[in-house]
Structures are given as structure tokens and as C-alpha cells.
């Protein structure tokens, strides 16, 4: 069992940046790929980042690719997204979420944490 906790979330003006954590406790943190969603009011979750278990592997949606990056600390404990150009189209509840291996599709995946509400105004 993995159990995850993101943070890092809030209010920001559009142009603005944010950085979530997300951060693991149980069953060690490295087994897992991570990846970043977001849901917004009335839409589907998507996917936004990916990280592979080691960290040398990533994925990004095209609507985020330049803008955010996925990381994880050396210790792999915790998986960061850097959010820098925020738009007010990027303002939804982001989640993350871990599996064995990379996944863009929502359902397949094993473990998530609550969300983190980020909103950005224009």
C-alpha cells in the first residue's frame, strides 16, 4: 500500500507559477511511476505529467509541455510538478497518482492522493 499527499496548491494570478508536491508514505515510493491529473469543474480528468520510476523517463500533455516540468528528489520520496506560465485554463483540482509503469489513462492506476485545488485568475 501506498498512501499519497499532495500539496503546493492555491490561488495565482495567470503568468504566475506554482510548484505540487507529492509525497509517499508505505511501501517505497522508487517502485512506482507517478503521474499528475487534473479535473476540472464538469470536464474529465486528464492527464497533465509522468515520471518513471528511476526518473529518467517523462511525459507531458501538449497542453502543459513547456510550461511544467515532473521531477522527483534523489531520495525518491517525493514527486514535484513545477507549474510556470500558468493560464486560467489550467485551473482544476490536481491529483497524483502511482503505478508500476507509465500510464496517460486515469484508470489504470493503483494509487492517489486527495487533490490539491489550484486556481489561476486572469
Known amino acids: 500500500q501506498v498512501r499519497l499527499v499532495e500539496s503546493g496548491g492555491g490561488l495565482v494570478q495567470a503568468g504566475g507559477s506554482l510548484r505540487l508536491s507529492c509525497t509517499a508514505s508505505?511501501?517505497?515510493?522508487?517502485?512506482?511511476?507517478v503521474s499528475w491529473f487534473r479535473q476540472a469543474p464538469g470536464k474529465e480528468r486528464e492527464f497533465v505529467a509522468a515520471?518513471?520510476?528511476?526518473?529518467?523517463?517523462?511525459r507531458y500533455a501538449d497542453s502543459v509541455k513547456d510550461r511544467f516540468t515532473i521531477s522527483r528528489d534523489s531520495a525518491k520520496t517525493t514527486v514535484y510538478l513545477q507549474m510556470n506560465s500558468l493560464k486560467p485554463g489550467d485551473t482544476a483540482i490536481y491529483y497524483c497518482a502511482a503505478r508500476n509503469t507509465i500510464e496517460t489513462n486515469w484508470e489504470g492506476y493503483d494509487y492517489w492522493g486527495q487533490g490539491t485545488q489550484v486556481t489561476v485568475s486572469s
Open positions: 515520471i518513471s520510476r528511476g526518473g529518467g523517463v517523462t
Open positions: 508505505g511501501r517505497t515510493f522508487s517502485y512506482y511511476a
